[in-house]
């Protein structure tokens, strides 16, 4: 999943899809779910041969604490892979490496039974630069992509950097995690197909 800058989603709710539930997601389940051996298919800005795969590589929980690792394999014959790393505990779920470098603290980029309406304030070194931004919950709404029709939560973040201001917007399920993602005003992410750990 393409990640907060690079940002490119634990909550017990109900599913807010309008397609059916894929086989093996539970009635109630995590909106970016961190268990071994999920995966989940993009396809990059709407560009059907460019199709990114993540996989959760590694997963451990402790204390009410899961840390994993999700392996994503970039499309086309060149591609490297590269590792990202997450935590999820009763606050929400958050960032914890990209590739090799870490984010410092933590970003949240989904908080624990998110409504419409709220919002959080998210702050981070990486890579030496710090970066400021809100996370908004927008109302849920039906998105299409190629894996299917959606009712989905939007998730917009809004960066205020000196100089430049910009936001993307990540829709997301419960039991599934993220399903389309919008940057720039652009379509960049759009799940291809999903599936659950066994």
């Given at each position: 999943?393409?990640?907060?800058?690079?940002?490119?989603?634990?909550?017990?709710?109900?599913?807010?899809?309008?397609?059916?539930?894929?086989?093996?997601?539970k009635a109630k389940a995590d909106y970016y779910p961190l268990a071994l051996g999920t995966k989940w298919e993009?396809?990059?800005?709407?560009?059907?041969?460019?199709?990114?795969?993540?996989?959760?590589?590694?997963?451990?929980?402790?204390?009410?604490?899961?840390?994993?690792?999700?392996?994503?394999?970039?499309?086309?014959?060149?591609?490297?892979?590269?590792?990202?790393?997450?935590?999820?505990?009763?606050?929400?779920?958050?960032?914890?490496?990209?590739?090799?470098?870490?984010?410092?603290?933590?970003?949240?980029?989904?908080?624990?039974?998110?409504?419409?309406?709220?919002?959080?304030?998210?702050?981070?070194?990486?890579?030496?630069?710090?970066?400021?931004?809100?996370?908004?919950?927008?109302?849920?709404?039906?998105?299409?992509?190629?894996?299917?029709?959606?009712?989905?939560?939007?998730?917009?973040?809004?960066?205020?950097?000196?100089?430049?201001?910009?936001?993307?917007?990540?829709?997301?399920?419960?039991?599934?995690?993220?399903?389309?993602?919008?940057?720039?005003?652009?379509?960049?992410?759009?799940?291809?197909?999903?599936?659950?750990?066994?």
């Open positions: 999943m393409s990640r907060l800058v690079p940002l490119v989603a634990l909550a017990l709710v109900v599913p807010l899809s309008a397609a059916p539930v894929p086989k093996g997601v993009y396809v990059r800005y709407q560009n059907a041969d460019n199709v990114w795969a993540e996989e959760v590589t590694e997963s451990t929980t402790k204390d009410g604490v899961t840390t994993a690792t999700v392996r994503i394999t970039p499309g086309g014959a060149n591609a490297v892979p590269h590792d990202t790393s997450y935590k999820a505990d009763a606050d929400g779920w958050y960032f914890l490496t990209q590739a090799d470098t870490a984010y410092d603290p933590p970003a949240m980029f989904v908080k624990t039974d998110p409504k419409p309406g709220d919002t959080w304030e998210l702050k981070y070194a990486l890579g030496g630069t710090v970066y400021a931004a809100t996370a908004t919950v927008g109302q849920p709404e039906k998105v299409k992509v190629p894996a299917g029709e959606y009712t989905a939560l939007p998730i917009t973040i809004e960066f205020d950097q000196p100089g430049q201001r910009r936001a993307y917007t990540n829709w997301y399920i419960a039991g599934v995690g993220m399903v389309k993602q919008v940057s720039g005003g652009r379509v960049s992410q759009e799940l291809k197909s999903f599936t659950p750990a066994k």
